[in-house]
């Protein structure tokens, strides 16, 4: 029985992308807003689709090829939510840049199609299927600006690093099928559970899975194509590929590792600490050398990523759920601070280096203040929604006996504070730079001050995300 | 009425909207709404039962069920005084800066207004997240004060504190939620009662250590604070000394003390050890600075030595069956740390009177202050006494304490701790020999002008507490009494 329904916010958005697709090749260069807005429609009746499902009983469809369940609605919301901000903080900086041509959009659209995909998928083929499509659609975003060749580099990295990743993970799951006989997630849990004695195999794939979601996440020692591609790509694109995709790469652990092989959690659990271990170390330690605010940005989604692992680390409820608030408010946080980093590129400027961002209070208190905002809640210090993002994880990993870890993650917060605080003494005690830049649109403007405020105000009311959070893992 | 939440609420509310406003708007904006603070927090204390150590004013309202953390307040002896220090040292923070600060007045009033609030938070917060929110937020606006309206080498200044703080207290974090795990719940209370092994208590209390010695300061992690004070503008400073270090003595008091006593206990030699240190080899440094603030700044540390002198010397005392004295010595700290609110401000404050004249806070660019400034000379004089302790001042009341404990426990601990009577008076005298008496130094010096009445009636009223406090302690000390009563048989009864 098919039950077509559960897919519909994606079957929707893969026909308007194509449509709009189609309308971009007879609309006028000049005529640009038009995509921009039917891009942006498609994305809003999107979300509304998403968020109409949330609450709907789990259910599966294409012969339990796809799923539904309260993790997934709630994190396609998010999903789109952010790639609405996204959009709307690039579109400015496209128009100047003439990379605005229609593929861009259609590639976000096709990009937010495969992470909603990711989210869903119950089975290896269609979670692999997906996040091609995710990855396929940032190769061609980083490399649309054809005449920057550092843009051309970068998409080169990304791509042969990316398949080889995409390789790596194909052949754990050729491994795990190899050993239950399965694709579908649910199916290899239950064989798992029955029969551990057969799970050497199973095993085997699941390091090679482990190395692929390394990879796609950018966790150390698996991380170098990250810094290069956030710097090497056009600002808006380093957006695109540093905000919701780690919500969807969140999920594509939750479905790999807790649905399916959770029996060999003894197993993954080892190996993911030390990937957060190193990554927090990592990331944080030469986050503190950049002087580029693109790599800076780089590095500090590294060690991001480090503290996100941490509560799928504990490989309890509790703490996927901590692991998932971590993702949806890391997402909407870095949104906010790329945002403005495009809002200031404009009028000729390109904000590149740390200096650019000199006496930005002086400049645009809004702007400023936004950042200022996102930087402290990255730094994890409260009351930003950062801080309790934190806690949670940490909390997790103190309950799984994790401790050293946590002492690691409290330990690199702290050497990681200091590059934001750069930022906030850049901007608040340092006298302007660079001239005036022209004032951001007014719905830029009021995107950027709803995103700060929402980066504030969850951190004092968290319960708001946070019980989508438990209920997804109830 | 929910009383605590209005004190806390209020200011940073407020706070955020005078940051949109400027010049007198902002101004008398932010005096209202600071003296209106201060009378909702007097209900505190006249509505206070000092009968009882029980929590006070409490409130609770579940903040994030999913993870067990409450928004829960309340207020005992201990803290209740803090808090009512917090709000009347706002006051006095709105007036200093009323025509010192003009570039963007609405901004720095309002950071202070929601750093009022914040801190009025730490003192009340019953849970363990909320106070640590509370602790971390302070952090922010403070750095932004320093940053943005300090001295020359602010921007230092300023990370370091900021660092050097959040570096502490992110340990105390990870023993929280340790806490969380063993006792299933943030509350305070409810982590008062857990038992807890030895090994246990070594580990949580290292970790409440690195925050709250950090924040008090003791040596050897103080070394933020003469930095922070130097460059911090002059409210800032006050704002430092009277209150901010205040949270590292309360957080000893409310959390090592009572969650690990044994720990405390058995780190206790250690604790007097290095508090000694403070009291005996800060007075030698403090004797050594050529800057006002400096000095100032190192005799704060100085007294800080005598709050956690008289806090750990309990483990002393009930090791020799000594209860009375484990109260005195207790009771002692929390005089020495209000009675060095109003001081330390007083003094931060005077400083700040003669450097927006001058420009300059170098002793030697003074000298002979007395004969063109009568008036300030005479509340320099006043606080300088109060800063060295001298009987009738509320510097004495909290240092006689303790050393009158120590004594108890130690006749040589005493003699150490006493150096400070002649230590204190020596570099506070001396500066104010340097900078008040003598001929007049310079024309500089010649040109200034007295006090204004603005600036007169802020030094007289924190003189009027100075004085209050040390004629009549037991306004205070009878405020926590049951608490500090309570405390003392709590940590006297070991865990394990």
């Not at chain 1, 789109?80 to 229609?102: C, K």
């Not at chain 2, 605590?4 to 709404?33: D, M, R």
């Not at chain 2, 200044?157 to 943030?186: D, E, H, N, P, Q």
């Amino acid at each position: 029985m098919n039950n077509f329904a559960i897919a519909l916010p994606e079957i929707f958005m893969l026909v308007a992308a194509c449509i709009v697709l189609v309308a971009s090749l007879f609309v006028h260069e000049n005529n640009r807003t038009t995509i921009y807005w039917a891009s942006q429609a498609t994305l809003v009746v999107t979300l509304i689709l998403s968020f109409g499902q949330i609450g709907n009983e789990a259910s599966t469809a294409f012969q339990g090829a796809y799923g539904l369940d309260a993790m997934s609605s709630v994190l396609k919301s998010w999903i789109l939510l952010v790639a609405i901000g996204g959009f709307l903080y690039s579109r400015d900086y496209i128009n100047e840049r003439d990379i605005a041509r229609g593929e861009y959009y259609v590639l976000g659209l096709f990009g937010v199609s495969g992470m909603m995909i990711m989210v869903s998928a119950v089975h290896m083929l269609t979670l692999y299927l997906g996040l091609e499509l995710l990855a396929l659609s940032l190769y061609a975003m980083v490399a649309l600006n054809r005449s920057n060749s550092d843009a051309s580099e970068a998409a080169m990295k990304y791509f042969v690093l990316g398949a080889l990743a995409s390789g790596m993970l194909l052949y754990g799951m050729s491994m795990i099928y190899g050993a239950t006989g399965s694709l579908s997630l649910t199916t290899i849990h239950e064989i798992l559970a029955g029969d551990s004695a057969n799970s050497f195999g199973a095993r085997f794939g699941l390091t090679f899975v482990i190395v692929g979601i390394a990879f796609k996440l950018g966790a150390v020692p698996f991380h170098m194509w990250v810094p290069d591609v956030y710097d090497g790509a056009p600002t808006s694109v380093a957006l695109f590929i540093g905000t919701a995709p780690k919500i969807a790469a969140f999920a594509m652990i939750i479905r790999l590792l807790v649905d399916g092989l959770e029996t060999l959690s003894v197993d993954w659990q080892l190996m993911l600490a030390i990937l957060a271990a190193l990554s927090m170390i990592v990331g944080n330690l030469l986050a503190i050398a950049q002087t580029n605010i693109k790599r800076m940005l780089a590095y500090s989604t590294i060690s991001h990523v480090g503290f996100l692992l941490l509560g799928i680390i504990s490989a309890t409820p509790e703490g996927y759920s901590a692991s998932m608030f971590y993702a949806i408010t890391y997402a909407f946080t870095t949104l906010a601070a790329f945002g403005v980093l495009l809002a200031l590129s404009r009028g000729g400027y390109e904000a590149v280096n740390l200096n650019d961002l000199s006496g930005l209070a002086k400049r645009n208190v809004l702007l400023a203040v936004v950042m200022m905002v996102a930087m402290v809640s990255l730094a994890g210090v409260p009351p930003m929604v950062g801080f309790y993002a934190k806690l949670v994880v940490l909390k997790a990993a103190v309950s799984a006996d994790f401790i050293w870890l946590a002492i690691i993650g409290v330990a690199m917060s702290v050497i990681g504070a200091f590059y934001y605080l750069r930022i906030i003494k850049l901007m608040f005690f340092d006298e302007p730079l660079l001239p005036d830049t022209t004032a951001p649109s007014v719905d830029v403007s009021a995107g950027l001050a709803v995103n700060g405020a929402a980066v504030v105000v969850l951190g004092i009311f968290p319960g708001l995300i946070m019980a989508a959070c438990v209920a997804a893992f109830a | 009425m929910p009383i605590l939440s209005l004190t806390i609420w209020l200011p940073i509310l407020a706070g955020l909207a005078i940051i949109a406003l400027s010049g007198s708007a902002a101004k008398y904006t932010a005096l209202g709404v600071a003296v209106l603070t201060f009378l909702i927090s007097l209900s505190l204390w006249f509505g206070f039962d000092t009968t009882t150590a029980d929590m006070q004013f409490r409130e609770s309202v579940a903040w994030l069920p999913a993870f067990d953390v409450n928004y829960a307040l309340g207020v005992d002896g201990i803290s209740m005084p803090l808090i009512v220090l917090t709000t009347l040292i706002n006051i006095i923070v709105v007036i200093s800066a009323w025509e010192v600060i003009k570039d963007r007045v609405g901004m720095y009033l309002g950071a202070f207004q929601i750093m009022t609030g914040l801190m009025v938070g730490v003192f009340s917060a019953l849970d363990a997240i909320l106070f640590y929110i509370f602790f971390e937020a302070t952090l922010l606006p403070m750095f932004l004060i320093i940053g943005i309206w300090g001295g020359p080498k602010r921007v230092y200044a300023t990370i370091k504190f900021f660092l050097y703080t959040f570096l502490g207290s992110v340990f105390m974090l990870v023993a929280l939620i340790y806490l969380y795990r063993v006792g299933g719940s943030f509350s305070i209370l409810g982590m008062h009662m857990l038992e807890l092994g030895a090994r246990e208590q070594f580990w949580i209390f290292l970790a409440f250590f690195a925050a709250f010695a950090v924040k008090i300061p003791m040596w050897p992690v103080h070394t933020w604070l003469p930095d922070a004070h130097v460059e911090a503008p002059t409210a800032g400073s006050a704002v430092l000394a009277a209150i901010m270090l205040k949270m590292g003595g309360y957080g000893f008091l409310r959390f090592s003390l009572p969650i690990v006593p044994d720990a405390s206990g058995e780190l206790g030699g250690f604790m007097i050890a290095i508090s000694l240190v403070a009291v005996v080899y800060i007075g030698f440094v403090a004797l050594a600075q050529q800057d006002m603030k400096k000095l100032i700044a190192y005799s704060s540390i100085s007294h800080m030595g005598f709050v956690t002198l008289g806090t750990f010397i309990a483990f002393m005392l009930i090791g020799k069956g000594d209860i009375d004295g484990v109260a005195l010595g207790i009771e002692g700290a929390m005089m020495q740390m209000v009675s060095h609110g109003f001081i330390s401000a007083a003094m931060f404050l005077c400083v700040g009177v003669i450097y927006d004249r001058m420009h300059t806070r170098e002793i030697a660019d003074y000298g002979g202050v007395m004969n063109v400034m009568p008036k300030f000379g005479a509340f320099m004089v006043f606080f300088a006494m109060a800063n060295a302790g001298l009987p009738g001042t509320s510097g004495f009341v909290g240092e006689f304490m303790v050393i009158l404990a120590s004594f108890r426990a130690n006749f040589w601990l005493a003699f150490l701790g006493a150096m400070t009577l002649i230590l204190g008076a020596a570099y506070t005298l001396w500066m104010v020999k340097r900078v008040l008496f003598g001929d007049v130094a310079n024309d500089n010096v010649a040109a200034l002008t007295d006090v204004t009445s603005r600036e007169f009636w802020m030094l007289a009223s924190l003189a009027f507490f100075v004085l209050l406090l040390g004629l009549w302690p037991d306004l205070l000390a009878n405020v926590m009494h049951a608490s500090v009563e309570n405390l003392v048989q709590h940590i006297s009864i070991a865990k394990y």
